[in-house]
């Protein structure tokens, strides 16, 4: 998803806490409590990314690259494996 390019300078607090301004928030819809996963690159640029945006492309990546799993869940395609291998018990 593009986003609008936002450019705000932040100061770091105490124990190098960061306060994300309300403009980013609410343009990434952030909530209170929302998990985000902070990458460093080798450039040394940090990005940030909502986790649920991370599990959700790791989903699309895993049902392009095993096509039974599409609309199954990981925990469906478990369950069947599992009752696969018990009838074969």
Same mark, same amino acid.
């Given at each position: ?5 936002? !450019? +705000?300078?932040?100061?770091? #607090?105490?124990? %190098? ?5 309300? %403009? ?6 952030? !909530?209170?409590?929302?998990? @985000? @996963? ?5 450039? %040394? ?6 986790? !649920? &945006?991370?599990?959700? %492309?790791?989903? #699309?990546?895993? !049902? ?6 599409? #609309?199954?869940?990981?925990? +469906? &395609? ?10 074969? &018990?």
């Amino acid at each position: 998803m593009k986003h609008p390019v936002v !450019q +705000q300078a932040v100061q770091l #607090g105490v124990k %190098g806490r960061l306060v994300l301004p309300a %403009g980013v928030r609410r343009v990434l819809r952030l !909530q209170e409590g929302d998990r @985000l @996963l902070l990458r460093l690159r080798e450039d %040394g640029v940090i990005e940030l990314v909502k986790a !649920q &945006e991370v599990v959700m %492309g790791n989903k #699309g990546l895993l !049902q392009r690259l095993y096509p039974a799993l599409k #609309g199954k869940t990981l925990a +469906q &395609e478990l369950i069947q494996e599992r009752r696969r291998e018990a009838l074969q &018990e």
